[in-house]
């Protein structure tokens, strides 16, 4: 191996870039020494877990990775784990002999340029210089797309969705757990993106799992990641979402279905702030704000026996309540709109008819914003004119006479709720009731008349 350094070898430790090498075989001893000299600071690993934890603790853009042409199998699914997690970051290859065209998966996983050994230092200096401009780059448009008007508004103008973004703002960046609440497609993991947003880790990682979609054998080490070894099939360690999160947000989705022992498990992360890995016996200290939402009713699930209530109250300690569409139907044409604007591909001449406004607004969207979305995106693309009815929107007005009944035998079960209590609280004086409804005597005999309650 050629070892000369260049004349212009006095680079300070600050003036330096860092560069990762992943070098299995410990086959480039050298490259610290020759590249210091370009001033460049290695940082050699032999194996990806650790190469995984310089790259997130050092912001890593650049690396080396040794193969060899015999050899790349696990090399490969070591470079597809860490491009996963760290897409920026770029590669340049060294193998022993020249590559055959069985090594073309480098090119997938963001190796752009790759020399074998003996290295020419000069034209490997000056690609790592081009890859590290490269992932700076690529790192440098990511954030402008993370930037807050990358991410997709909150809309609205009703004093809930009003209430909703002053409380997101505020809660941002406390960094305590936030529980979310709400109807599935209403907008929690939206509401989850923007605390990210507006906390002060919003540069870190946002992971989001959702409780409900893994199977149960998988979860604990989905989790919290497990050591080789730990079970049969794992062939190698896992670093689970909790610490794929560190830095930054780990959102949990569906809380309430996550099993018992790993809600202890949980728990005691939120105490203690480290984890164990499946089959580690080394605490892992992590630093991550945790999220969590439910459409389920959690305090039900505690009263069930789902849900620990100590783990409750742990996490309810900041709650927000996202509204439901219905909660704030005056706006849904002005959110149906502006969906309308993104979804019509260059089409501005789309708009709704007449038939569609009435069924828009009369609907009662059990699916939420999601729902309402998803119906204007397949309308803006199945309708066949310049107006989009009810039809394209999937809202037959046999489906809308069917929710108007269910509405109508709502309310009167409300009114009849409402009626019954204000009697009750009056002692049973008709005249008192009447005047606490702010109704009259007349009035209330008919409702009640109305609801079979006046014999
Ligand atoms: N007020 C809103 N303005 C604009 N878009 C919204 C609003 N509320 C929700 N959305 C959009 O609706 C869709 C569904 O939202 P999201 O996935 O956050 O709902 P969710 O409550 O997390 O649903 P689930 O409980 O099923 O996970 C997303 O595309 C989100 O961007």
Same mark, same amino acid.
């Given at each position: 191996?050629?070892?000369? *350094? ?14 990762? *090498? ?67 970051? %770029? ?14 998966? /480098?090119?997938? *996983? ?39 008007? =990358? ?14 973004? %002053? ?58 990641? %497990? ?28 809380? =309430? ?9 949980? /728990? ?24 969590? =939402? ?41 959110? !149906? ?41 397949? !309308?803006? *693309? ?7 009815? !009810? ?16 509405? =109508? ?34 009035? /209330? ?11």
């Amino acid at each position: 191996m050629n070892l000369s *350094v260049p004349s212009d070898s006095k680079g300070t430790r600050a003036s330096q870039r860092e560069l990762l *090498v992943l070098d299995p075989n410990n086959d480039l001893p050298d490259i610290s020494q020759v590249l210091s000299g370009y001033h460049w600071h290695c940082l050699k690993v032999s194996n990806a877990a650790d190469a995984l934890k310089l790259i997130d603790r050092h912001g890593i853009k650049i690396a080396v990775a040794m193969i060899h042409q015999n050899d790349t199998g696990s090399l490969a699914k070591d470079l597809v784990n860490i491009q996963q997690q760290f897409p920026q970051l %770029h590669w340049l290859a060294v193998s022993d002999e020249v590559l055959g065209q069985s090594c073309s998966w /480098l090119l997938t *996983v963001n190796v752009i340029d790759y020399f074998h050994l003996p290295l020419d230092w000069q034209r490997f200096n000056d690609a790592l210089g081009h890859g590290l401009g490269m992932s700076e780059l690529a790192s440098s448009a990511n954030a402008r797309a993370r930037e807050p008007h =990358a991410l997709a508004p909150i809309r609205g103008e009703h004093p809930l969705i009003k209430n909703l973004r %002053h409380s997101l703002e505020k809660l941002g960046p406390s960094d305590e757990t936030v529980l979310l609440s709400g109807e599935t497609g209403s907008g929690k993991g939206l509401c989850a993106k923007w605390l990210h947003r507006y906390s002060l880790r919003q540069h870190g990682p946002f992971v989001v799992v959702n409780c409900g979609a893994l199977p149960a054998s998988l979860i604990q080490s989905t989790l919290f990641g %497990h050591e080789k070894g730990a079970f049969t099939g794992a062939e190698r360690r896992y670093i689970g979402h909790l610490e794929q999160a560190n830095g930054g947000t780990l959102f949990l989705d569906e809380i =309430a279905d996550l099993p018992l022992d790993l809600q202890v498990n949980l /728990l005691q992360f939120l105490d203690d702030k480290h984890i164990f890995r499946v089959g580690g016996c080394k605490p892992v200290e992590l630093d991550c704000r945790l999220l969590f =939402a439910s459409h389920q009713d959690l305090e039900s699930a505690v009263d069930e026996g789902r849900f620990r209530e100590d783990l409750y109250h742990r996490i309810n300690v900041l709650r927000l309540h996202v509204p439901s569409l219905r909660e704030y139907l005056e706006d849904i044409m002005l959110l !149906a709109e502006q969906f309308l604007d993104d979804f019509n591909h260059g089409n501005d001449q789309l708009a709704f008819s007449d038939d569609a406004v009435q069924a828009i607004s009369h609907y009662n969207w059990p699916g939420n914003v999601r729902e309402l979305q998803n119906r204007i995106r397949r !309308a803006a *693309v199945m309708v066949e004119g310049p107006l989009i009815c !009810a039809r394209d929107l999937g809202l037959e007005p046999a489906m809308l006479h069917r929710w108007q009944n269910d509405l =109508a035998s709502q309310r009167e079960e409300l009114d009849t709720e409402v009626i019954l209590k204000a009697i009750s609280d009056n002692r049973h004086n008709i005249s008192a009731a009447a005047r606490a409804l702010n109704i009259s005597r007349s009035t /209330l005999y008919r409702l009640l008349k109305k609801s079979h309650l006046n014999n």
